[in-house]
């Protein structure tokens, strides 16, 4: 199993430019978020999804849209870039509930200039 | 609002000394508390839970609900315990759904 992969690991975006950060897990689970993590600073979750077509905002969701057309893919994207977006994103999956075990991916180092 | 304290950015021991990395928590109700941890090159990943009552890599985590804290304990620390360590309390509520991490605390074990 490759567990939480991620796509792309870095990519660097000029200030107004789109893109979409894609997520895939193979364990079936449920449950999938974005974060974000930014220097001194915890992760912070930008969106997250409970299944299939469904998602939610977390606590810093401006900027950026989600979808999760399969259980298995939770897709993140930029539709007009800025610097303040620059950042690590993570993201993560899990079974069931939010008390159960994350699993997380790599991360993307995301520049934008 | 929903807060998660680490104090110690960095906390250096010497190898076989006692750790306790801290954590405060403000919520409202009663939160289910995590300890993730980041080791060099590796991803995020759960080093324990509250609920589980567990021991995991020799650590250790006791709430304490009256001061709120979720202080992460391990008394004699080695080499491989260096990494970057988060709590992460998590609350749902009215709908909506919270897991706050806390900004980390870098644990450097001296050999």
């Known amino acids: 199993n490759a567990g939480v992969t991620q796509t792309p690991k870095f990519r660097v975006l000029k200030t107004g430019q789109s893109m979409t950060l894609l997520c895939a897990q193979d364990m079936n689970h449920e449950y999938m978020y974005w974060y974000r993590q930014d220097p001194g600073m915890g992760l912070r979750l930008i969106h997250y999804?409970?299944?299939?077509?469904?998602?939610a905002k977390g606590e810093v969701p401006d900027g950026y849209n989600v979808s999760r057309l399969k259980k298995q893919n939770f897709l993140l994207g930029l539709e007009s870039a800025a610097p303040s977006q620059t950042s690590v994103y993570f993201c993560a999956s899990s079974y069931g509930t939010y008390t159960d075990t994350q699993y997380f991916g790599p991360g993307t180092r995301l520049t934008v200039l | 609002a929903q807060r998660v304290t680490q104090p110690e950015k960095l906390l250096s021991v010497f190898k076989g000394a006692p750790v306790e990395l801290k954590c405060n928590y403000s919520?409202?109700?009663?939160?289910?508390l995590f300890w993730y941890v980041q080791y060099s090159r590796q991803r995020l990943q759960l080093l324990l839970r509250?609920?589980s009552r567990e021991s995991i890599k020799g650590f250790t985590a006791d709430l304490n609900k009256g001061e709120t804290s979720f202080h992460l304990k391990k008394p004699f620390a080695q080499e491989e315990d260096s990494a970057m360590y988060y709590c992460?309390?998590?609350?749902?509520?009215?709908?909506?759904?919270?897991?706050?991490f806390g900004k980390g605390t870098k644990l450097s074990v001296i050999p």
């Open positions: 919520y409202s109700g009663s939160p289910e």
């Open positions: 992460a309390p998590a609350y749902s509520g009215a709908g909506s759904y919270q897991l706050t």
């Open positions: 999804s409970v299944g299939e077509g469904t998602t």
């Open positions: 509250h609920i």
